[in-house]
């Protein structure tokens, strides 16, 4: 039931771009994503409601295929404030509320 | 504005013992979210509050584990009789609305010795 996300880890140079992706193996009303960095709170990144929106703000954006049951979060020009590890968090249906989070996802950006 | 705040930051408390966790949300959010984490895994949903009611209990793990939000606002997580098992950090998340976006608190990491 936990969405899976794939790479589990990724390594990356200050610049370059990294696609983060999450499967559920049911059908999903939302995605949340969020960034947590070591021993802090997750962070809210975006929150994506239709399927096949994308959003976006800066040099993060995401994409969700409702039919697919997949989210993917894009990061482009990467910066060393983006490392941290990753979660997709899951909505089953509208008034569900509670999220089911994803494996996680570990990014490194190195100078 | 204030985020949401946990107290304790860290608690350790020996076996057996019975412990609470205070989460104080974001002025104005009525709904209120605990989650439990444990090192290298995404949170884990225990509860949702709407109000002062609890509208999802379905994530806490057995009957050891409470919580209340009596006037709507600060909530407490409560175990009893803690095992090691218990082990973690406890987070605790609040939104304007049920299904928008969580805002978390810091946690309140949980050692059972």
């Known amino acids: 039931q936990q969405p899976v996300q794939s790479p589990q880890a990724v390594i990356l140079r200050e610049g370059e771009d990294a696609v983060i992706n999450c499967s559920s193996s049911?059908?999903?009303?939302?995605v949340h994503w969020y960034r947590q960095k070591h021993g802090e709170a997750p962070v809210f990144l975006m929150i994506?409601?239709?399927?096949?929106e994308q959003k976006g703000h800066e040099k993060i954006s995401a994409s969700f295929n409702e039919k697919k049951q997949q989210s993917s979060l894009y990061l482009t020009a990467s910066q060393l404030s983006y490392s941290g590890t990753y979660f997709c968090?899951?909505?089953?249906?509208?008034?569900?509320?509670?999220?089911?989070f994803g494996t996680g996802t570990r990014l490194l950006v190195s100078p | 504005g204030a985020g949401v705040s946990q107290t304790p930051s860290n608690k350790v408390t020996e076996k057996g013992k019975y412990v609470e966790l205070r989460c104080d949300p974001i002025?104005?959010?009525?709904?209120l979210y605990w989650y439990r984490q444990s090192l290298g895994q995404g949170p884990e949903f225990l509860i949702y509050?709407?109000?002062?009611?609890?509208?999802?209990d379905s994530g806490l793990p057995n009957d050891r584990f409470f919580a209340v939000r009596p006037e709507g606002s600060v909530s407490t997580l409560k175990i009893q009789r803690t095992e090691r098992g218990d082990s973690a950090v406890y987070l605790c998340?609040?939104?304007?609305?049920?299904?928008?976006?969580?805002?978390f608190g810091p946690g309140t990491r949980l050692t059972v010795t």
């Open positions: 998340a609040s939104s304007r609305a049920g299904g928008g976006e969580q805002y």
């Open positions: 049911k059908a999903l009303y939302s």
């Open positions: 994506l409601l239709k399927g096949g």
């Open positions: 968090g899951t909505e089953r249906r509208t008034g569900f509320q509670k999220l089911v």
């Open positions: 002025s104005g959010h009525t709904a």
């Open positions: 509050f709407q109000g002062t009611g609890a509208a999802d």
